[in-house]
């Protein structure tokens, strides 16, 4: 996800655990950051953002 989303490696770590947990578990999951660009990948991989 690093590669795909110009991320910074945690970062990565973090969007891809994320991406995995709602698909494994099927619910929805609440994402939030105060990184732009986190933010732009979570809402590509369809992630519900945090107002």
């Known amino acids: 996800m ?3 989303f110009a ?3 945690y970062d990565s770590v973090q969007l891809a655990a994320a991406h995995e947990l709602q ?3 099927g619910q929805p999951l609440a994402f939030a950051c105060f990184d732009r660009r986190l933010n ?3 809402r590509l991989l369809q992630l ?4």
């Open 48 to 51: 519900e953002m945090l107002a």
């Open 2 to 4: 690093a590669d795909a």
């Open 7 to 9: 991320l910074r490696p």
């Open 23 to 25: 698909r494994c578990t």
């Open 40 to 42: 732009q990948a979570a």
